[in-house]
């Protein structure tokens, strides 16, 4: 029998609501006295640990992370921390995707089940035969440039900056990351590579270097360059013409990663992976080398309906998926879960109601949601 160390961390405002729903699931699927066991550790992250510790990462729970084999999270953030707190939950999610060296953010952007597309505010002839993965930067560019808050000196007391920066390597292995992806298809996904490079100096690095490490190491790979303004109106009147792998930089991979959710209809959805690498192509092989990352779904903390047991807790739960399939080579059990996620998007209860959250429109509430796709992953146990 097989043991895995998973840190959980649940975090604040929806967090802890979405990650119950995952770890009800992940329960289901690996009771007690089962070949394989999941030892979940819950650790302190975000809000509520500089509440109780004054910082949002406490060394414990980084350490926790570190020699973890695979971090669950949910979601961090709120009003009580708003930008003009001297102290905030965002650092210390950037600290901890810094150490662990999780380059490398996967978003497969249309969990589409088709009964999904009348709900989508897009059109179904719009949304119908999406199918698009995100490719973010995660650990690079604007994000972690030397940066200088406003008055923070007298020489600069009317002066903010952010020092937006890439290099060579950097845009080599997330370019390795999204054509491994694009490979692992047949025939290979086209990549488009999305950036501002008439007007950033990043951008024309990062468009110099996709182009060549493509064209070098990857030549069946189809490419093309679209500039940020342009793709962010394609995702949403035409993004067929995005199906594929899109491979950005990490503000713009944020911002349409988002943007990428409406195309399914609610951003509550949508899961993640953040890896130290390009995800392993050969799950269901003996060779298969599982690789520790961190998985969460792409929302945040949504204080408008935190406490109110009505979130979305499917974005989570498909990150849990994505855990057991990257992280623990439990490639079964990870298909297992998102064909329940499926099913239940699918099916219509006794009295012809669809089992939707609010945010799709229904008034199922998070724990049924949960519940409901816990039921199914049981059946087909
Ligand atoms: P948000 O993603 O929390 O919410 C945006 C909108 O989407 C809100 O209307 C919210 O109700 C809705 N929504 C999000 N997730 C949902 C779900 N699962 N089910 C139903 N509806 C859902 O973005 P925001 O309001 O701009 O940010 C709130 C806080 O979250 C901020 O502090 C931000 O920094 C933080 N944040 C954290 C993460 C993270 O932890 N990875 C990601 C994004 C934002
Ligand atoms: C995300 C979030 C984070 C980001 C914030 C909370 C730092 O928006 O995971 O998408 O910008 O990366
Ligand atoms: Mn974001």
């Known amino acids: ?62 350490d926790a992370c570190l020699t973890a084999d695979a971090i669950l999270m949910g979601s961090i953030g ?36 088709d009964s999904l597309l009348s ?3 897009l059109k179904e002839h719009v949304t119908k035969g999406v199918d698009i993965i995100v490719v973010r930067e995660l650990i690079g560019g604007v994000y972690f440039g030397a940066r200088q808050e406003l008055g923070a000196s007298e020489a600069e007391k009317d002066l903010a900056w952010d020092n937006m920066a890439y290099s060579v390597p950097e845009v080599q292995r997330i370019t390795r990351v999204a054509a491994k992806i694009a490979m692992a298809a047949n025939p290979p ?17 990062w468009r110099k270097v996709v182009t060549d490490t493509l064209r070098d190491e990857f030549p069946a790979i189809a490419l093309d360059h679209i500039f940020v303004d342009n793709a962010s109106m ?27 959710s409406v195309i399914p209809g609610s951003l509550g959805l949508l899961p993640s992976a953040s890896l130290a690498g390009a995800p392993p192509s050969d799950v269901s092989s003996a060779t298969f080398k599982p690789t520790s990352g961190l998985y969460e779904p792409i929302h945040g903390s949504a204080p408008d ?39 239940v998007l699918d099916a219509k209860s006794a ?30 146990l």
């Not at 996904?189 to 690095?205: E, F, G, Q, W």
């Not at 009505?310 to 849990?320: E, F, R």
């Not at 998926?321 to 996620?341: P, W």
């Open 189 to 205: 996904l086209p990549i488009h590579s999305v950036d501002k490079a008439n007007v950033l100096a990043t951008s024309r690095l």
């Open 305 to 343: 309906i935190a406490g109110q047991g009505i979130a979305n807790p499917i974005g989570t739960i498909l990150s849990a998926a994505l855990l057991l399939r990257y992280s623990l080579g439990l490639e079964k059990q990870a298909a297992l879960i998102e064909t329940a996620v499926r099913k």
């Open 1 to 62: 029998s097989k043991s895995f160390r998973i840190v959980v961390l649940s975090g604040d405002g929806i967090g802890p609501e979405v990650v119950a729903e995952a770890v009800k699931v992940l329960k289901v699927l690996f009771p007690e006295g089962s070949d394989v066991e999941l030892k979940l550790e819950e650790h302190i992250f975000g809000g509520c640990a500089i509440e109780k510790l004054g910082e949002p990462l406490p060394k414990s729970t980084l």
């Open 78 to 113: 709120g009003p009580k921390w708003g930008v003009d707190a001297k102290v905030r939950p965002e650092p210390g999610l950037l600290a901890l995707r810094k150490a662990l060296g999780v380059y490398a953010n996967i978003r497969p952007a249309s969990f589409a089940s």
């Open 234 to 260: 394609q995702i949403v009147a035409n993004p067929r013409k995005l199906n594929g792998v899109v491979l950005t930089e990490n503000l713009f991979g944020d911002i349409l990663s988002d943007e990428a």
């Open 119 to 121: 709900l989508s505010p």
């Open 351 to 380: 009295g012809g109601l669809e089992l939707r959250t609010r945010d799709l429109g229904g008034e199922v509430r998070t724990t049924e949601m949960g519940d409901a796709i816990a039921g199914v992953v049981r059946q087909m």
